[in-house]
């Protein structure tokens, strides 16, 4: 079965810090997909990378980077020089190949509450 | 693009009354999702449609718990009879369905039962 960890309950860090928000997944599969979700208090939720098993190549976009381990089946997300429009609760999510290959449900951590601080 | 559209953002209702919760994804996409989210289980997976087919909805809680999706453009969550339990924000998702694509979310519906 799919499972998907994320530690860190809250974070709190003053703005301009570089924060790290940790994911750890378990899977049986060899194919699969990682992604991280936003929600910002307003509470809809908001795509921010999608990875899939084959692809261990770091990525980066602005201040987000994406550090992807499969040896230590992690997916760490961190945001650099980080501002107060960051704030928000960050979620990881798991996704396999189903039998018939077509889309499956995105399994979920129970996310990370960011709150950055002026 | 409209994106995903739920209705209604916000139902409040008394235990034993039955809810319906409705969605409409984007246009071309063929998986749809209903997600559950609450404090203590976080987000959910209920069930989910491929091409207006039910998947997998090992999700639902009960037999209070009814999806349909009658056609592309449209589907309902239905719960009868409600209970407190049952309050939640209520999210629909939709993707293109090919190879686990990227799911857009709704804004949600959040429910309380009374």
């Known amino acids: 079965a799919q499972k998907v960890t994320q530690a860190q309950t809250e974070i709190s860090v003053v703005e301009k810090e570089d924060v790290t928000l940790d994911c750890v997944y378990e899977?049986?599969?060899?194919?699969?997909?990682l992604f991280w979700y936003k929600q910002p208090p307003s509470g809809e939720l908001v795509f921010l990378i999608r990875?899939?098993?084959?692809?261990?190549q770091n990525e980066i976009s602005g201040r987000y980077s994406w550090n992807f381990q499969k040896s230590t089946s992690s997916f760490n997300f961190t945001i650099t020089a980080s501002q107060v429009v960051d704030s928000a609760v960050y979620f990881c999510?798991?996704?396999?190949?189903?039998?018939?290959?077509?889309?499956?449900?995105?399994?979920f951590g129970k996310g990370t509450h960011l709150i950055i601080q002026p | 693009d409209a994106g995903v559209i739920q209705s209604p953002r916000h139902e409040v209702t008394e235990m034993g009354q039955e809810v319906t919760l409705r969605c409409k994804p984007i246009s071309g996409h063929n998986s749809l999702f209903w997600y559950r989210q609450t404090m203590m289980r976080g987000l959910e997976l209920l069930i989910y449609f491929n091409n207006n087919v039910p998947i997998d909805d090992s999700g639902m809680p009960e037999d209070r718990f009814s999806a349909k999706m009658p056609n592309a453009s449209f589907s309902t969550l239905k719960i009868q009879p409600s209970e407190p339990r049952d309050s939640a924000v209520y999210f629909c998702?939709?993707?293109?369905?090919?190879?686990?694509?990227?799911?857009?979310f709704g804004s949600g519906t959040q429910l309380s039962v009374l």
């Open positions: 998702a939709s993707s293109r369905g090919a190879t686990n694509e990227k799911l857009f």
């Open positions: 999510a798991l996704s396999e190949v189903n039998s018939g290959g077509g889309a499956d449900g995105l399994t």
């Open positions: 899977t049986r599969d060899t194919t699969y997909y």
């Open positions: 990875r899939n098993s084959f692809d261990e």
